[in-house]
Structures are given as C-alpha cells and as structure tokens.
C-alpha cells in the first residue's frame, strides 16, 4: 500500500470452530443474526447478491469474487463509485477458535478516502464485534443499535 492509498484492516479472535464462522459469514439466515436484514442468496463464488441492511433504506450489491471453504471469502461492493474489495480470511487457532481478518481496499488519500476509512474501519470492526456475540452467545449486538441513523 503506497501513502497514497487507503486500506482498512481488522482482526478478532472467535472462540467457534474454523467451519462455524466460515458458515456464519457465507449464509444469509445466520448473517441477518448479526449484521444485514436480508439477502437474495447465499454467497457463492461467481454471484451477485442484493443485502439489505435494517437501519438504512437501500440495497447494497456485493459481486462475490472468491470463495475458499472455511479460509477465504471475497467481494466487491461499491463506495462513491468506486468498486471497493473486501477479503475475509479465517485462520485456525488453539481451542477450536478461529481467527477472523478483514482487509478492505482501496481509496484515495483524500478526505473523501478518509470518511470512508474511518467508517468503515468502525463498520468491519462492529461486524467482528457483532459476529463474536452472536457465535459465543447467541446475542445480536446490532438489533436496535442503529436506529438514530434512519432516516
């Protein structure tokens, strides 16, 4: 990454199986758990799907790019016109848990670039937080909020 560009990049270590979350992030039933409302598909390698989120009215197109079961999951979604890449990566760790990276790229050094980096630095960091309570404890963090930010 040249200073010239933008990246976001997020960890968090969940204690469930490689496979659980690989499942919790790839299956629209599971993710309405924790992070959007509802989704026209599973995410597949190769598809296009429309996730809509509670707290906003709007569809979001995400172009799954790749899939590697229970490592790997990529796509494509849109930022101010900008096609933005986001790669989940799984890693195992000890105890059965599993260790969740987000890299998300890229935008310009610009103040539009940093809007977008702090946003989105929040939301993938929430998404982990989110995730983590709902795999460990069956609690959907996100439920209620957001709803300040509707419109």
Same mark, same amino acid.
Request: glycine share 6%.
């Given at each position: ?18 496979? =659980? ?38 569809? !979001?197109?995400?172009?799954? =790019? ?11 979604? =849109? ?50 937080? !989110? ?21």
């Amino acid at each position: 990454m040249s200073p010239d560009q933008l990246e976001i990049k997020c960890a968090m270590q969940i204690q469930k199986t490689i496979n =659980e979350v690989f499942e919790a992030i790839v299956n629209p039933e599971k993710m309405a758990n924790y992070f959007i409302a509802t989704s026209t598909g599973r995410m597949e390698e190769g598809t296009n799907i429309i996730w809509k989120f509670p707290e906003f009215d709007f569809e !979001c197109p995400v172009k799954v =790019e790749k899939i590697e079961n229970n490592k790997y999951v990529s796509f494509y979604w =849109e930022n101010s016109g900008i096609d933005l890449l986001v790669e989940i990566t799984l890693s195992e760790k000890e105890n059965n848990s599993t260790l969740v990276t987000i890299t998300e790229k890229s935008m310009e050094n610009t103040e539009a670039g940093l809007k977008w980096l702090s946003g989105n630095s929040f939301g993938w960091s929430n998404f982990l937080s !989110c995730l983590k309570a709902y795999l460990e404890y069956g609690i959907n963090l996100r439920k209620g909020a957001f709803d300040f930010m509707k419109k």
